[in-house]
C-alpha cells in the first residue's frame, strides 16, 4: 500500500501502489504512480511522477520477486 511504512513523516502525498511505500520519516514528498519513489525512506522535498519514478532498479526486482 502506499505509504505502508510511514512511521513520523508528515505532508507526504502518495497516489498508486506502493507509491512512497519505503517512506519512514521523510516529510514533503509526492509520489504519483505505481512504485512512484516506493525506495525513499528519509528523503524529504522529493517529487516522482509516473511508474517506477525516483525507484532504484533494486526494490524494483525484489518487489517483482515477492509477486512472483
Not at 25 to 45: H, R, W
Request: charge should be positive.
Amino acid at each position: 500500500s502506499a505509504l505502508g511504512s510511514n512511521t513520523s513523516g508528515s505532508s507526504n502525498t502518495a497516489m498508486g501502489q506502493a507509491s512512497l511505500f519505503a517512506n519512514t520519516t521523510g516529510v514533503q514528498n509526492t509520489g504519483i504512480g505505481k512504485d512512484a519513489l516506493c525506495s525513499v525512506t528519509t528523503g524529504n522535498n522529493n517529487v516522482g511522477v509516473g511508474e517506477g519514478s525516483g525507484s532504484n532498479s533494486l526494490h524494483r526486482v525484489t518487489r517483482e520477486q515477492r509477486q512472483n
